[in-house]
């Protein structure tokens, strides 16, 4: 079996250059992220006033406004009172019974809407034409 030519001392030389400029970039690298580190993290380990953007939105910072916040207290009180009128005993149940009434009564409610809709364009047009028509005789 032939022998493999020892490695040339210049390639090894050149290899030695190369990791240690790859050791340099690294180093510095670690360097920044460790100064970075310091910066975001307070002396206590939590939040300061630098801390990043994303932080800021985190969801459990996220606030509602009061209106917000009595809009949704009076839609579930309405549920409550709507649950505790049929006798239910949870919203889990009355949500079981909305599901259970989708399909029923549906062609009832598109006529009467179809109805409402009817009604509501015949009273937009005769007021447009009452109001066309004392334009027309003077």
Do not use: F, H
């Amino acid at each position: 079996m032939p022998k493999k030519p020892a490695p040339d001392a210049e390639l090894i030389r050149l290899a030695l250059t190369g990791i240690d400029a790859e050791i340099q970039t690294l180093q510095s690298r670690i360097n920044a992220l460790q100064e970075m580190k310091k910066q975001y993290s307070g002396a206590g380990g939590g939040r300061t006033a630098a801390a990043p953007a994303s932080a800021a939105t985190a969801p459990g910072d996220r606030r509602m406004t009061p209106e917000a916040r009595d809009k949704v207290g009076a839609s579930v009180s309405e549920r409550w009172a709507r649950a505790r009128s049929l006798g239910l005993k949870s919203l889990s149940e009355l949500a079981a019974w909305e599901k259970s009434q989708e399909g029923k009564g549906t062609r009832a409610k598109k006529a009467a809407k179809a109805g409402k809709a009817a009604k509501g364009r015949k009273a937009a047009r005769a007021k447009k034409e009452s109001k066309a028509q004392p334009a027309q005789t003077a």
